[in-house]
C-alpha cells in the first residue's frame, strides 16, 4: 500500500497479479509511477509484464471460467457488493493516491472514486436481474425464453485519465455475467490498478478470475486480442490504439468494444442562461486538466453573446489556479507527463501557426514550485479555423477553440465537422432549437444545458464516427457486451403433441 508523507514519499513495489498470486513480470523493463506534479517523487515501481505474462493469466483464467460461470450470477454480485464497500471504506486514501500518481485535483479524484464505486455497485445489482426474455410462441405448450451467458476469457485495456472509473465499468459488467478477466491497465497509473485488484481479491473473488498484468503496451498489446482463447475486448484509449484493436478483434471474429477520442462541441445560444453555460464550459473545458475523451475542446457561440461571453468565460479562467492536486486551493492539475505536456504544447504551436487568435494561456508552468512537474496554462483560442487541426484534432489538455455562427443550421454543421462525435453541449432556452440540436448533432451522447463531460451508470456510455466502435458501455449495454444470447426453444407437449399441433 502506499502510505507516504509529502517530504519522503515511500516507493510501493508493485506485482502483476495472476491466477491469484502477486508475482514480479517477466519483462526486463521496469515500469515507473511518478508524481505529475513533480516528477522527482517515485510512488511505485515493478518489473513489466510481457507477452508470456499475458499467456500464463489467459491461462489462470481459462482454468477459473468453469467454476465462475458456475457460481449463481447473485453470489457474484455480492462479491461486487463487497468490493464497492471496502472502496468505500478506502475512498479518500485510494482518491489521493489518485491525485499523487495520475495529477487531477483531489475533489475530483473522490468524484471519479464515487463514480467507480456507483458502477460498481448498479453491476453487483445486475447479478440479481441477469436475466433474458421470455416471449409467447406461434406452437401452443411451447416456452420460448432467452438466456445470456459468460463468453469466457475477456482483456479489458484502459487508459489513464481515469485510472480507477473506466476499470471499475469495464471489469463489474465482465464479471457479474460470469466472465474471467485480463486487465490491462495503462502503464502510468499502475499503483492505482493493483489497489483496484486488492480490493477484488479483498472481498473474495476467487483466484483466475481477475488477473491483471501491467506493462508497455507495445510489450503485450496485440496479444491481448490476437490470443485465440480471448473472446471479447473491452478497450478505452486513443483512436489510433482502437482501431488497430477493431480491426485484430475483427479479423478473428470476436466482440470489441473501442471508446476512443472526442473533439467535443458545446454551442452557446443567444438566450442561453450564459452563467449556466459559463460553468459548464468551464468544467468540460479544464476539469481534469482537458485530459477527458469527454471534454469540451470546441467552443461555438452565437455572435450576439460572444464577446460579453468570451469576457466572462477570460475572468474565469483567470481565477484558475493551476498546480499540485493535493493543495486544496489548486483549480487544476498539471498534464500526466512529458509526453502530454509536450503535446499540449505543440497543438499551442499548432494554433497559432494556423492563425488561431490566442486569447490567454499558451506557456508551460516552471517557475517556483511549478519546476519539477508538468503543468500548463490553460488555453484558449479564438477565431478558430474549423479546417484547422486545432479544430480538428484531439488535443486532451486544457486548450479551448472557439468558433463563431450567425444561424444555427452553421452551429449544427460545425459541430459536426468533425471526425469525433462523442457528446456535445447546447446552451440555449429555447427548447425547440434544443431539440433540433438534439436530433440533429452526430454525437453519442447530448447534453443541454449541461457540461459535455460525465456519465452515469445506469445509461449507455459512448460515440459514433472515430469516438467509438462496438456495443456502448455502462447500464444493459455493458452486460449485453458481455454476455452472449442464446435463445431456448422449450416444448412441452409430451406425447400429446402430434394431435394438438394445429
Ligand atoms: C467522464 O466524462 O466522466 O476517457 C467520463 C474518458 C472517458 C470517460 C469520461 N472514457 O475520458
Known sequence: MTTATKSTPAVSMLKQYIGGKWVDGSSSREI??????????ILA????????????????????????????????????MKAALLLRERKEELARLMTREQGKILPEALGEMEKGITLIEWFAGEGLRLGGITQPSELSKNLLYTLRQPLGVVSIITPWNFPFAIPAWKIAPALISGNCV????????PA?????????????????????????????????VEEPRIKAVSFTGSNEIGKRVHTIGGARGIKVTCEMGGKNPAVVWDDADLELALGGVMKGAFGSTGQRCTATSRLILHEAIAEKFLKMLLVETAKIKVGDGLDKTVTMGP??????????????????????KLLCGGKRLTAGG???????????????????????EEVFGPVLAVARVSHFE??????????????????????????????????GMVHLNSPTIGGEAQVPFGGVKGSGVGEREMAKEGMHFFTEQKTVFLDYTGRRRASNLY
Not at 46 to 74: E, H, M, R, S, Y
Not at 182 to 189: D, E, H, Q, R
Not at 211 to 218: I, R, T
Not at 427 to 443: G, H, I, K, N, P
Open 32 to 41: 515507473i509511477s511518478t508524481n505529475p506534479a513533480d516528477s522527482r517523487q
Open 410 to 443: 452553421k452551429a449544427v454543421a460545425l459541430a459536426n465537422d468533425s471526425p469525433f462525435g462523442l457528446t456535445c453541449a447546447f446552451y440555449s432556452q429555447d427548447l425547440t432549437l434544443a431539440m433540433r440540436f438534439t436530433e440533429e448533432v452526430e454525437a
Open 45 to 80: 515501481k515493478l518489473k513489466g509484464a510481457d507477452k508470456n505474462d499475458v499467456l500464463k493469466a489467459i491461462d489462470a483464467a481459462q482454468k477459473a471460467f468453469p467454476a465462475w460461470k458456475a457460481t449463481t450470477p447473485p453470489a457474484r454480485g455480492r462479491i461486487l
Open 182 to 189: 485480463i486487465f490491462k491497465p495503462a502503464s502510468l497509473v
Open 370 to 392: 511549478f519546476a519539477h512537474g508538468w503543468f500548463v496554462e490553460p488555453t484558449i483560442f479564438d477565431s478558430v479555423d474549423p479546417k484547422s487541426r486545432l479544430w480538428q
Open 335 to 356: 498534464a500526466v507527463d512529458e509526453s502530454q505536456l509536450k503535446t499540449d504544447l505543440e497543438y499551442i504551436e499548432i494554433g497559432k501557426k494556423e492563425g488561431a
Open 192 to 224: 492505482m490498478a493493483v489497489e483496484l485488484v486488492r480490493i477484488f481479491e479483498e472481498a473474495g473473488l476467487p483466484a483466475g478470475v481477475l488477473n491483471l498484468v501491467l506493462g508497455a503496451g507495445s510489450a503485450m498489446g496485440d496479444i491481448l
